[in-house]
């Protein structure tokens, strides 16, 4: 498959455990965003990474949540301490330079 | 006012017939646009992309541009039941780093009936 590889696609985490998200780019892709789409909401964008690099990260709120994508393996999205209003659908999009960006199966986080 | 305006619907029309989607942007410096569908409970889904001012068709859709009026729409023909979804317009914002950073509209909703 040379989509973008999301996992886990389901979460559950208890208040004040960590929740990591993992993606793996398209092929030939380097750029890598996350997005998150609460209930009802539209899409946010949050984070733009490069290998090792944070591009942009405009969106990303400014506690608990941080994001990397390191010269070997997936990126990671890491919420510390979640908690309610973090549940909702995580997003990972890819693209190359200047190319439209393609979107994974997404990850639903739910804190119970 | 918002970034990118969508009207949240539903839009509702007969198979068969055309559908159209209309976004705006307030960011006079965007160049770059996109529609993508997405299904409940699914991804987004790219559909068109557009960067010129005028039309763009691919199959059974055409995006249509105007700069100027800061406006982009999405037209369906012969709309089919499984055209039914959201309609995500994003807009690549002014300055972005990539195109991969986008600002999304709420999303239309468009119920296709047999």
């Known amino acids: 498959n040379a989509g973008v590889m999301q996992n886990p696609r389901h979460l559950v985490r208890r208040r004040g455990q960590e929740a990591r998200l993992r993606c793996s780019p398209m092929k030939g892709h380097s750029h890598v965003y996350w997005y998150r789409q609460l209930p009802e909401e539209g899409l946010k964008f949050m984070v733009y990474?490069?290998?090792?690099?944070?591009?942009?990260e405009s969106g990303m709120p400014k506690e608990r949540f941080s994001a990397e994508f390191p010269k070997e393996g997936p990126s990671i999205l890491r919420i510390q301490q979640v908690v309610r209003g973090d549940s909702a659908a995580y997003f990972c999009a890819s693209s190359g330079m200047n190319t439209e960006a393609f979107f994974g199966q997404g990850t639903r986080l739910t804190v119970v | 006012q918002k970034e990118v305006e969508q009207n949240s619907g539903p839009l509702s029309v007969p198979e068969g017939a055309i559908a159209s989607l209309n976004c705006t942007y307030s960011d006079r410096g965007s160049q770059s646009f996109f529609w993508y569908r997405q299904y409940s409970g699914k991804s987004p889904e790219l559909i068109m992309s557009i960067y010129s001012n005028g039309d763009k068709e691919d199959g059974r859709f055409t995006a249509q541009l105007n700069k100027a009026s800061q406006y982009v729409s999405l037209l369906i023909r012969d709309s089919q039941p499984s055209d039914s979804a959201t309609y995500l317009c994003?807009?690549?914002?002014?300055?972005?780093?990539?195109?991969?950073?986008?600002?999304f509209g709420q999303g239309t909703t468009l119920q296709v009936k047999p």
């Open positions: 994003a807009v690549n914002p002014q300055g972005s780093s990539n195109t991969g950073k986008l600002i």
């Open positions: 990474l490069q290998k090792e690099n944070i591009i942009d």
